[in-house]
Nanobody, 125 residues
């Protein structure tokens, strides 16, 4: 059974930092590309960042570029999203997802095969 479990969310003041984790089980994590998405209240889920299976290539949404870093540790079956200089508009539920195409770097939800349950990030002004 495939499971993705996000953690690390919480309440932080504007300008602060959070590091989200995504622990994968039930599959060979290193064979998948990974992405992070987020969904704010009343809005559609949107792409945040993605990383290929080797971790050597990353892709970011313009809204987070320069403030967010996606990474992965295949030995630990875990992916990460380091978020700095957080803004109130970053408030959302953050989801990790896996794409069975290891070379994938997609920003489209439909390209991802497995999803976590999400972790809430709230940024206060």
């Amino acid at each position: 059974q495939v499971q993705l479990v996000e953690s690390g969310g919480g309440l932080v003041q504007a300008g602060g930092s959070l590091r989200l984790s995504c622990a994968a089980s039930g599959l060979t994590f290193s064979r998948y590309a990974m992405g992070w998405f987020r969904q704010a209240p009343g809005k559609e889920r949107e792409f945040v960042a993605s990383i290929r299976w080797t971790g050597g290539s990353t892709y970011y949404a313009d809204s987070v570029k320069g403030r967010v870093t996606i990474s992965r540790d295949n030995a630990k079956n875990t992916g990460y999203l380091q978020m700095n200089s957080l803004k109130p508009e970053d408030t959302a539920v953050y989801y990790c997802a896996l794409d069975r195409r290891p070379w994938g770097q997609s920003g489209f939800m439909d390209d991802y095969d497995y999803w976590g349950q999400g972790t809430q990030v709230t940024v206060s002004s």
